[in-house]
């Protein structure tokens, strides 16, 4: 039986191998610093939607306390009590 085995690698072998390696680092690299500023950008993002839902729902918590309170105003002149709502 004959063994089969591979010739031992050359220098320029290695050396290829190390570039090559070193290439393939730099992409992983800049891909991570993509990811990075992505997830900055999507951070930025969320944060903003999220003040402008606080914004709406104080707004409308806002709306909903002067809507009750002209709702009240009439309901109670129809019955005619007066009353008075200081906003």
């Known amino acids: 039986m004959q063994s089969s ?5 050359t220098l320029d ?8 390696t070193d290439r393939r680092f730099q992409e992983t690299d800049r891909i991570r610093q993509e990811t990075v500023q992505s997830f900055k950008t999507v951070n930025t993002i969320v944060g903003n939607l999220g003040n402008r839902l606080g914004q709406f729902v104080e707004e409308s918590g806002e709306m909903a ?11 109670y002149q129809r019955r ?3 009353l008075s709502c200081n906003l």
């Open 65 to 75: 306390i002067i809507w009750n309170c002209v709702m009240n105003q009439h309901f």
């Open 80 to 82: 005619g009590n007066a």
């Open 13 to 20: 072998d290695i050396l290829r191998l190390f570039q090559e």
């Open 5 to 9: 085995t591979s010739p031992a690698p």
